[in-house]
């Protein structure tokens, strides 16, 4: 088996640590080193993943990757993703594609010119309960499907999420795109209207970005559907995510949480009770598609257009609540 090495641009966003030990834990994988705009922090985490730190997003891609990661501040992945085109076969950029579609566009255009495969990191398409309920759907168990009532909960992250040139958005930038992401995976079907109501500051007051957002939105396949996305979970939720969705047709009714996998564990060692995954976690899920398909030299099974078309559903939202009427989406 040939090792594939894989190097780490930016660990900004804190999905980069779970991607990082899901890569060590991998056979025949191998992460050749760490580039990070914030040399203390990228120093900080090459020293603890036992790899090495470069001080140049050039100097890390002349040791001849395989693939590279990119979990940088979300406006700064289409300068990484060009950087990285050409110079590796494979990148797995983190969520958002982008902050415009302007930017989403140019990252695909350029991994579609230089021969590079960009997979996006949606990791909530692993999510042991939500496959068995595509398998449900595929099998047309509930019949025809009128409605998908979903939320996506988590805690205030700060830093760079709420400074908007960096972000692009608030919570829902943020949390939209991966519920749009397994809907538009459930179904094979494209967002036609949005409309939208959204809070800034409304949950953290003084916060000065948007933290609260109600979406409601027409599928192309004729299914309704609505949006609750939020920083509305404390410090100590146990879980980086809150994704739910409640699937309603003509047969019955489905209610899954992406997250329930999980046993409660309280300890006086941390200081707190916490829920501890004993199922199939999504991001070793996500990495191992990944470097799969590097290993098969297959397409992506998370695309570039798969990142384009769930951001364009965020941007839309925000378009909606600044003029308080529908947005429709016709790309």
Not at 6 to 26: K, P, T
Not at 141 to 160: D, V
Not at 226 to 241: F, M
Not at 249 to 273: C, H, M, P, W, Y
């Amino acid at each position: 088996m040939n090792t594939i090495r894989l190097g780490f641009f930016s660990f900004a966003h804190m999905h980069a640590v779970s991607y990082a030990r899901s890569a060590q834990d991998l056979p025949g994988v191998e992460i050749a080193g760490i580039y990070d705009a914030n040399p203390a922090r990228g120093e900080e985490w090459a020293e603890k993943l036992q790899t090495h730190f470069f001080a140049s997003a050039d100097a890390l891609l002349a040791e001849e990757l395989d693939g590279a990661i990119i979990c940088a501040e979300n406006v700064k992945h289409r300068p990484l993703v060009e950087a990285c085109a050409g110079r590796v076969g494979a990148i797995l950029c983190e969520k958002p594609i982008a902050t415009t579609l302007a930017d989403a566009q140019a990252m695909i255009d350029i991994g579609a010119k230089t021969g590079t495969k960009l997979q996006i990191a949606f990791p909530v398409r692993f999510s042991q309960p939500i496959r068995h309920l595509k398998d449900q759907l595929d099998a047309g168990i509930l019949g025809e499907i009128y409605s998908a009532k979903c939320t996506n909960h988590g805690s205030m992250p700060g830093g760079w999420f709420v400074d908007k040139p960096l972000s692009g958005g608030g919570a829902v930038i943020d949390h939209t795109v991966h519920v749009i992401d397994v809907l538009r995976w459930l179904w094979g079907a494209e967002v036609t209207e949005v409309y939208a109501e959204i809070g800034d500051s409304l949950l953290h007051p003084g916060l000065g970005i948007d933290d609260a957002g109600l979406l409601s939105f027409q599928l192309s396949n004729g299914v309704f559907g609505t949006l609750d996305t939020s920083w509305s979970r404390p410090k100590s939720y146990p879980t980086w995510g809150d994704v739910k969705i409640e699937v309603l047709g003509e047969r019955g009714l489905v209610r899954v949480d992406a997250f329930n996998q999980t046993v409660a564990v309280s300890s006086d060692k941390i200081g707190k009770t916490q829920w501890v995954g004993w199922g199939a976690n999504i991001d070793p899920g996500l990495v191992a598609d990944f470097v799969g398909m590097i290993r098969e030299d297959r397409e992506p099974s998370i695309t570039g257009y798969d990142g384009l078309k769930a951001l364009e559903v965020a941007l839309a939202a925000y378009e909606s609540a600044r003029t308080g009427k529908p947005v429709s989406i016709n790309r």
